[in-house]
């Protein structure tokens, strides 16, 4: 018994390292002029908010370009009456993928010192963007900060593990984060300078990558490059997969296998490691319904879902608007996780590319 305990308590603690610090962006002494380029395919019911946001927020020298990737509804008509220089991606090329194509030919005629990539469906907080170019040029490399999850509908909070795993994969959030090279950026805000994107060879060096983001902090990292994640409580928000359950599925099915494949080895075992124990918290509980125990056993086992409930309680209210009652009925969004992750997992061994705003994409990381 006292061995079960102290093995909770490691996997506990283990979680909090993962998650440990979610930092806000420090800004910076320095103000270079920035171009903000936003990707867009079929999002003109996202593009007001997110244009009217960073409108604001734009100095004289400043830019703001939506490509248009291919949309079939109002995407361009809505950018260019938001004020924005609206390029139309050319036909997209064998071996790109479309965001990688619309944010290449977004970054080819731009003419700010610092490049933002904001996705369509994120919103800047007021003084946001000011703040992320200051803290690009202050330390240069790559700056990305991770959207506040903005959840409206009851379906939404199943997307509260997958974030938290996300996160904990890019290496950034732990105690060590701030003194080792992120594994991974956060493509709703990527934010790099002209000169060193334009070296490094952009979004060309990541063409065909269904990560991108991931990719791209790769390739800034093996060049030597700072690359730093910041929580974006305070500087963004986003509505992950707003169309329905089947949206929300096929958003996190196309990549999560994939992404896992990119994380370090090691932080995937520890990762691991603190997930079995809210997996075995959901196997206690249904087993103790379905079999009963000793009273000894169900003390534990209520102690463990309670000790899982509160730490899910304390890491989802920092990264979205998860509610209390997702962290205490967490044993839905754990099996949930599971099953899509399976999902993911099938499709990306049998090489089976799924469709995703009108195109199929592979869901293989390429090597």
Not at 140 to 151: D, F, I, K, R, T
Not at 213 to 222: F, I
Not at 345 to 355: Q, Y
Request: proline residues 6%; aromatic residues 8%; glycine residues 12%.
């Amino acid at each position: 018994m006292a061995f079960e305990i102290g093995f909770v308590v490691l996997r506990l603690l283990l979680g909090a390292w993962l998650l440990w610090r979610i930092a806000a962006p420090p800004g910076g002494p320095l103000r270079p002029t920035c171009s903000v380029i936003v990707p867009a395919r079929n999002e003109a019911h996202a593009l007001p908010a997110c244009l009217g946001a960073v409108r604001g927020q734009l100095e004289q020298d400043d830019e703001l370009i939506v490509v248009d990737d291919h949309s079939h509804d109002s995407t361009a008509v809505v950018a260019a009456a938001s004020g924005a220089a609206v390029v139309a991606a050319p036909p997209l090329p064998e071996g790109w993928t479309g965001k990688a194509w619309a944010c290449a030919r977004g970054a080819a005629g731009a003419r700010g010192e610092v490049l933002c990539f904001v996705d369509a469906d994120t919103t800047l907080a007021p003084g946001a963007l000011d703040l992320l170019v200051r803290t690009q040029a202050a330390g240069g490399g790559l700056v990305s900060a991770q959207p506040y999850h903005h959840v409206v509908r009851p379906y939404e909070q199943l997307s509260a593990l997958f974030n938290t795993i996300s996160m904990m994969g890019t290496d950034a959030h732990t105690p060590l984060g701030g003194h080792r090279h992120a594994n991974g950026a956060y493509g709703p805000t990527v934010v790099v300078d002209a000169h060193h994107y334009r070296l490094l060879g952009g979004h060309g060096a990541v063409a065909g990558e269904l990560l991108d983001d991931v990719k791209l902090a790769q390739v800034w990292g093996r060049a030597g490059q700072a690359v730093r994640l910041y929580g974006g409580r305070s500087v963004a928000r986003f509505r992950m997969y707003p169309g329905g359950l089947g949206h929300l599925v096929e958003g996190w099915t196309k990549n999560f296998a994939a992404g896992a494949a990119a994380v370090n080895p090691v932080t995937v075992l520890l990762i691991a490691l603190w997930l079995s124990l809210p997996i075995q918290a959901v196997w206690e509980v249904a087993r103790l319904a379905l079999l009963g125990a000793p009273s000894s056993r169900t003390l534990l086992a209520g102690a463990v879902y309670g000790a899982v409930a509160v730490q899910l309680a304390w890491m989802w209210r920092r990264i979205g608007r998860f509610g209390i009652l997702t962290a205490l009925l967490f044993p839905v969004p754990v099996v949930f996780f599971l099953g899509l992750f399976l999902r993911s997992i099938l499709l990306t061994i049998g090489r089976r590319p799924m469709r995703w705003k009108g195109r199929m994409v592979p869901t293989t990381a390429r090597r």
